[in-house]
């Protein structure tokens, strides 16, 4: 299931504007007397004695466990006379022991409050949503109290097992003069090791220091080597030179040092301006809403719902249009004790993707009550997924209504719509894991996947080069043999909408592009001298670089997506090309085997972007109906094996040097030949070929192994017989005079 949301701006007059606002207002306003009574019947201060007071306790432990879609039905409880428990007995998932003694007061009127006293003079669409807010605004507190909780006692743990260590003992004995001296130079708490001079001195002053763990308590002085390499440095490094060279001389007062910042700055953490008093950090506090400074915001319940908060939907038919809804709001000030309220007509300026939702008649067989079995017909949506190129069904649920300046200048409404994913191919569906009954070096239970007859896989050899995505192969896997179906090389690329060049096909921004941005900051951050505090620089080239490296990661993903699903209606001789069943991908954890000896782009700046993109690629492809069958293929002597006898072979390209055509080996050229079968492709193909292999007939890549297996001399060797095998037949291929010169 994917949820996308929607926002639209209201367009209105301004009484309209103000019913809009008075309904959030009056929200706001009334939510902290539900909140606060549900925090004392928590606390156990509700009730006149102590049974009742544990009743309304676990009263509300129940509610705030509970869906806060039935906070209004179960606070009812509490709160009007003669309360009925039969259904919360039913309630699912909880066994609600209090129903029945809570009816019991309830009969008696005897009530935490009086719920037409409260909320009485609301309409009911309003004091439900009150209290749905009012559980859903703690619980959601209770949540991150719990969260605290847990790391704060992992913190306190590993403190306790940190302090615990004899040497670590050794050094808290010690502590105290640090502290000590910390405070006698004075200045602010967070800096005072940052002076370095002064430490030094200090530290120096204190030859005991140097016998912390027992050994002699001696300075070692500075050498002369080191004294001129403090007075070489500059001036701004000659504190840092300073230290290293003390610190080199001195190695227990450095091990001691190291104890004193790790304690400093993992438990006593003097830089966090939010803190426990145990030095952890701050413990989640509540917020009472309130209209303008913290709100939250009111939802209106979809139609056919009780009481409903919206109808009468109509959704813009194209880009640009307006839409409109009923909603209902509070119309004007109370009167004789109530609010009025009213159905008022709305318009909104959505965004353009709300126009791809259309209302749809569905039908639906009922399964309870007096008209059983019967259809009855509904109304739903549809989504229009134009990467898909399909209607896909979608539901629409309750609109927000949202103040993002938090007054009543501008409002917007918030749609969302849940998606469920697109379903598997049934092929997909007859993948079995089988248990082998052997157990996996980690203790669990090995498994052997059984593959169905014909199922078609996509294999995908990644390469973030200039404007490709990577390498795509679809294969058929029939009787225990591969059949390549369609084998691409997947670019990312569009025509520009506006600017100088309208039209013209660009390949969008490379590594090279974004890896020159990322310079470019890097000097100007550091041009710009050490920042202040909460203060970020050059927000404009930081989010330029972003999005375009999200624009580019998104691209990507999806034209791997859309070529294994073939969304183009791509077709050979023999028709279509089938859609994938399987999604593999190459599994880029730990080592990238040929990144590392990749030319011009940053190592780490590529891991980090294939490992974005593999993401990315996933959470697509599980919409688009490959949950679950996407998998993640390691990648060792993928792109170095023959995929078609399985021998070593090796990549080469022919490149251009001295006015000469060369023929180039290593191992992240463009082509790949194979000295024994006498194969010959791009690399890329070859690879992707090979990561199918993996998956379909779990090919074990024993030639590269093996090969690995040897001394590093023995590997050069290898290769250079391989390479010398492959010379004269590719340069004959490929016309090239003889004498190049291999690498
Ligand atoms: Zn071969």
């Keep these: 299931m994917s949820v996308r949301s929607f926002q639209a701006r209201v367009e209105c007059d301004k009484q309209t504007m103000e019913h809009l606002w008075r309904t959030h207002k009056v929200f706001n306003e009334r939510l902290p007397e539900i909140i606060k009574i549900l925090f004392k019947m928590k606390r156990g201060e509700c009730g006149q004695n102590d049974k009742q007071k544990s009743l309304y306790k676990s009263i509300s432990q129940s509610i705030l466990e509970a869906n806060a879609q039935n906070a209004d039905y179960l606070l009812n409880s509490v709160s009007i006379k003669g309360w009925k428990p039969g259904t919360a007995k039913k309630y699912r998932n909880a066994s609600f022991t209090w129903a029945d003694d809570a009816a019991k007061l309830s009969s008696q009127g005897i009530h935490v409050y009086d719920k037409k006293q409260v909320l009485g003079d609301l309409p009911g669409m309003m004091s439900q949503m009150v209290c749905r807010q009012s559980v859903e605004a703690i619980s959601g507190h209770i949540e991150l109290t719990k969260k605290w909780e847990k790391e704060h006692n992992e913190w306190l743990k590993e403190k306790e097992k940190w302090e615990s260590e004899d040497e670590h003992k050794k050094y808290l004995d010690l502590r105290e003069k640090f502290e000590q001296f910390e405070q006698s130079i004075g200045g602010k708490i967070t800096k005072r090791r940052g002076r370095w001079h002064l430490y030094l001195k200090w530290l120096s002053d204190n030859p005991d220091f140097a016998a912390w763990r027992g050994n002699k308590a001696v300075i070692n002085p500075l050498s002369e080597k080191a004294q001129i390499r403090i007075n070489k440095a500059k001036p701004n490094k000659k504190n840092s030179v300073e230290r290293d060279e003390f610190f080199k001389a001195n190695p227990e007062m450095k091990a001691l040092d190291n104890l004193h910042g790790y304690y400093e700055r993992n438990f006593v953490r003097r830089r966090k301006t939010k803190k426990n008093p145990d030095g952890f950090d701050h413990k989640p506090t509540f917020t009472l809403p309130h209209p303008t400074i913290h709100p939250r915001w009111f939802v209106f319940n979809k139609p056919k719902t009780n009481p409903e908060g919206y109808r009468k939907l109509i959704l813009p038919k194209k880009a640009g249009d307006l839409g409109s809804l009923e909603m209902r709001l509070l119309t004007g000030e109370k009167n004789k004790g109530n609010y009025p309220d009213d159905w008022i007509s709305v318009k909104f300026k959505a965004d353009p993707r709300l126009s791809l939702i259309r209302p749809v008649k569905g039908r639906r067989v009922v399964r309870k009550g007096k008209e059983q079995g019967q259809t009855k017909e509904t109304d739903s949506y549809e989504f ?11 539901k629409l649920s309750g609109v927000k209504l949202i103040f993002p300046d938090k007054t009543p200048k501008a409002a917007y409404l918030y749609f969302t719509c849940d998606i469920p994913d697109e379903p598997l191919t049934e092929t997909a569906k007859k993948i079995q894991w089988l248990e082998t009954g052997d157990v996996t070096k980690k203790g669990k239970k090995r498994k052997k996947k059984v593959l169905p007859h014909g199922l078609v896989s996509c ?7 200039r404007g490709t995505t990577g390498f795509a192969t679809l294969c058929r896997y029939e009787n225990g043999k ?7 090389n997947l670019w990312v690329g569009y025509k520009e909408g506006k600017g100088c060049h309208p039209y013209r096909w660009t390949e969008g921004p490379d590594l090279g592009h974004i890896a020159k941005h990322k310079r470019e900051i890097r000097i100007l951050r ?11 620089s050059h927000i404009d080239l930081q989010k330029h670089i972003d999005y375009m490296g999200e624009d580019r990661f998104k691209k990507a993903a999806r034209t791997i997506v859309n070529f294994a699903l073939n969304t183009e209606n791509a077709a050979s001789k023999n028709g279509f090309y089938p859609r994938a069943d399987v999604l593999l991908l190459e599994n880029l954890e730990g080592l990238i085997p040929d990144a590392e000896k990749e030319r011009g782009i940053n190592r780490a700046l590529a891991g980090w972007n294939r490992r974005h993109l593999v993401e990315r690629v996933i959470e697509m492809a599980k919409d688009a109906g490959f949950k679950r069958r996407v998998f993640e293929i390691p990648p060792y002597g993928t792109s170095q094996v023959c995929s078609k006898c399985g021998a070593l072979g090796r990549r080469y390209s022919i490149i251009r040097e001295n006015n000469r055509r060369e023929i180039r080996f290593g191992y992240v050229e463009k082509l790949f030949a194979c000295p024994n079968c006498g194969y010959c492709a791009n690399a890329d193909h070859n690879a992707s070929v090979n990561l199918n292999r993996r998956f379909l007939i779990e090919d074990s890549f024993k030639s590269y192994y093996d090969w690995k297996r040897l001394s590093e001399k023995k590997q050069k060797e290898e290769i250079e017989t391989i390479e010398s095998k492959l010379m004269d037949k590719l340069c004959a291929m490929h016309k090239i005079s003889r004498g190049s010169i291999s690498k």
């Design 482 to 488: 591969i059949h390549i179906l369609r084998s691409r």
């Design 384 to 394: 229009f997924d134009k990467h898909l190129k399909k209607w896909r069904p979608a």
């Design 459 to 465: 294999a995908v050899d990644l390469s973030m080069r």
């Design 526 to 536: 550091s041009k710009r001298g050490k920042p202040v505090k909460g203060e970020e």
